[in-house]
């Protein structure tokens, strides 16, 4: 696609449901990142991949959290058992490359909102 | 503790005002430096990067230096317009595999018509 595709766009879940966030990236992207960014802050970094592969998931807040992408490039963001504190946006971001200096693409996130 | 610092938090400047945006960062060991713009309800957009080797970077209306050995970087706005309201993020790219960013808070900008 054009550009870097989020799934839902808005999500309300009730505390304790499960979610699953999808993420388009840009077409022959190798590097995908998910970020958290909750309500007047900056973005945190959550896991990233490099085609298929898990290289970091070291700001996973939680062992409920798990993301995968199993084909090395649609990639979902799962929340199991979601809690007040999961508020937040989840932003994909797509990368050409593991060489850095080539741009980041950022989707337009996910906001998810537990009640 | 916040590894990415930006000052100011708000700005609200008229239209035509050049101004800058100041972002300092805790490790002088970084690998690029960026700055990105978030609209309300959007997702990023890149505005510049820098790498670790250059000290600055221009596009059209902005310019973005870096200084490594003080830990700051600068986003210089020339003649700001309405267009340019927004929030504007700095983001330090660690070295390592996956160059993940580290983020600042932001700085709101309002330009008044």
Same mark, same amino acid.
């Given at each position: 696609?054009?550009?870097?595709?989020?799934?839902?766009?808005?999500?309300?879940?009730?505390?304790?449901?499960?979610?699953?966030?999808?993420?388009?990236?840009?077409?022959?992207?190798?590097?995908?990142?998910?970020?958290?960014?909750?309500?007047?802050?900056?973005?945190?970094?959550?896991?990233?991949?490099?085609?298929?592969?898990?290289?970091?998931?070291?700001?996973?807040?939680?062992?409920?959290?798990?993301?995968?992408?199993?084909?090395?490039?649609?990639?979902?963001?799962?929340?199991?058992?979601?809690?007040?504190?999961?508020?937040?946006?989840?932003?994909?971001?797509?990368?050409?490359?593991?060489?850095?200096?080539?741009?980041?693409?950022?989707?337009?996130?996910?906001?998810?909102?537990?009640? | 503790?916040?590894?990415?610092?930006? =000052?100011?938090?708000? /700005?609200?400047?008229?239209?035509?005002?050049? /101004?800058?945006?100041?972002?300092?960062?805790?490790?002088?060991? =970084?690998?690029?430096?960026?700055?990105?713009?978030?609209?309300?309800?959007?997702?990023?957009?890149?505005?510049?990067? =820098?790498?670790?080797?250059?000290?600055?970077?221009?596009?059209?209306? /902005?310019?973005?230096? /870096?200084?490594?050995?003080?830990?700051?970087?600068?986003?210089?706005?020339?003649?700001?317009?309405?267009?340019?309201?927004? !929030?504007?993020?700095?983001?330090?790219?660690?070295?390592?595999?996956?160059?993940?960013?580290?983020?600042?808070?932001? !700085?709101?900008?309002?330009?008044?018509?």
């Amino acid at each position: 696609g054009a550009g870097v595709s989020q799934s839902p766009r808005y999500k309300v879940a009730k505390r304790g449901q499960d979610v699953a966030l999808r993420c388009d990236p840009i077409s022959g992207h190798v590097s995908l990142f998910w970020y958290q960014q909750a309500l007047g802050q900056g973005p945190e970094f959550l896991t990233y991949f490099q085609n298929e592969a898990q290289l970091d998931k070291s700001g996973l807040p939680s062992d409920r959290f798990f993301a995968e992408r199993p084909e090395g490039s649609v990639s979902t963001l799962k929340i199991q058992r979601t809690q007040q504190e999961d508020s937040a946006v989840y932003l994909c971001a797509s990368r050409l490359s593991a060489v850095t200096g080539n741009t980041i693409y950022f989707g337009e996130g996910s906001w998810l909102t537990v009640v | 503790k916040q590894e990415v610092t930006q =000052i100011p938090a708000a /700005l609200s400047v008229p239209e035509g005002e050049n /101004l800058v945006l100041n972002c300092s960062f805790t490790d002088s060991a =970084i690998y690029n430096l960026q700055w990105f713009r978030q609209d309300p309800g959007k997702g990023l957009t890149s505005l510049l990067l =820098i790498q670790s080797s250059q000290r600055e970077q221009t596009s059209g209306r /902005l310019n973005a230096s /870096l200084d490594k050995s003080s830990g700051r970087s600068t986003l210089y706005i020339a003649a700001s317009q309405p267009g340019d309201s927004a !929030t504007y993020l700095c983001a330090r790219g660690e070295a390592g595999n996956n160059r993940k960013l580290i983020w600042g808070l932001g !700085t709101s900008l309002a330009v008044n018509p």
